[in-house]
């Protein structure tokens, strides 16, 4: 099966072996919308992009976020890719049995992984109000990650209110987790690009660089820009096209006229970059079924089968068209 990439405009010719050691470098996550990585449906999917980044050696950070009960199958088959030093696990925990699994039997699972793998991160998401952001709960997370010698990422619970997503996390309950995170010394981050960061030993945090702009002869090939007091602003476009910009030039851009959406707007194929991370992702109905489920947040994320691709292929753009095989 193939799709084709359309770009919009006609872009002029650009140096591709810059261009392309800078997408070599953008932060990759793989089958992070709807769906789980590892749950039968997507599990095979997931092992194949592994191997693409791989084998066309992406240098910048490739995560995986799942909450599944990986399997002695799934555990062995990831031994393969320990080699990938760039390459980070998000593991989620909530203190919920999500999809019928004990929070105990998720708990061993993370400590096989953590275990096994060079960077894996407890992401105590989401944290609902007084479901699981309790004293008791918050010293029980900070514990696995002493145990295991890992770091955490905690996010609240997205919520939606009168179009605006924001954090629903309860005053207090931060300070609680970072105090008593220094108290066992365990590192916490507020958002997996901050950890990305500091566990990799990145020069920037993609989510909050804020340079001088650089790249811009790059940037031209996908935008009409202008640059004023060393911030470039842009017409026009998506929230997805600010997070693609600012991590192609290090800088944080302005878009005038801005889409909420996080789809670029210069394909036509659906490529979606969040705050964080470029998308490369297989759409599947989840058999996990959490009640939170982020989707009700980010519908337009269900909508097309495929989401994203390797960043390498975005060279193509600009000639026109270029076929992308699943």
């Not at 999809?99 to 275990?115: D, E, H, S």
């Not at 690009?193 to 990799?200: G, H, N, P, V």
């Not at 889409?259 to 599947?284: D, G, H, N």
């Amino acid at each position: 099966m193939s799709r084709i990439i359309k770009i919009k405009h006609n872009r002029r010719s650009s140096d591709q072996g810059k261009l392309r050691t800078v997408l070599k470098s953008l932060p990759v996550s793989i089958n992070n919308l709807y769906g789980d990585p590892f749950i039968p449906a997507q599990s095979e999917n997931t092992f194949y992009k592994l191997f693409e980044l791989r084998k066309a050696k992406h240098q910048g950070p490739i995560s995986i976020i799942t909450k599944f009960n990986l399997n002695d199958e799934i555990i062995k088959r990831l031994s393969e890719f320990k080699d990938m030093k760039n390459l980070i696990f998000f593991y989620s925990l909530t203190g919920f049995n999500e999809g019928g699994v004990p929070f105990k039997q998720r708990i061993n699972a993370y400590m096989r992984l953590a275990a096994m793998m060079p960077n894996v991160v407890l992401l105590f998401r989401p944290i609902i109000a007084n479901k699981n952001d309790s004293q008791k709960m918050i010293q029980q997370m900070v514990r696995i990650c002493r145990k295991s010698r890992t770091s955490m990422v905690y996010t609240a619970l997205y919520v939606k209110d009168n179009g605006k997503v924001t954090k629903d996390l309860r005053r207090g309950v931060e300070e609680r987790i970072i105090w008593e995170a220094a108290k066992q010394g365990v590192r916490v981050f507020p958002k997996s690009s901050c950890a990305t960061q500091e566990i990799l030993g990145l020069d920037i945090c993609y989510a909050h660089v804020d340079e001088k702009p650089r790249n811009l002869d790059l940037l031209k090939q996908f935008y009409s820009f202008k640059v004023e007091n060393n911030i470039v602003i842009l017409k026009s476009g998506t929230r997805g096209d600010r997070n693609f910009t600012r991590f192609i030039t290090h800088s944080n851009p302005r878009i005038i006229d801005e889409k909420k959406e996080r789809f670029l707007s210069f394909t036509s194929f659906p490529i979606l970059v969040s705050s964080s991370w470029f998308s490369w992702a297989k759409i599947t109905h989840c058999e996990i079924n959490c009640s939170y489920c982020l989707i009700e947040i980010y519908p337009e994320s269900i909508k097309p089968e495929e989401i994203g691709c390797q960043p390498i292929h975005l060279l193509k753009l600009i000639k026109g068209a270029v076929k992308l095989k699943k």
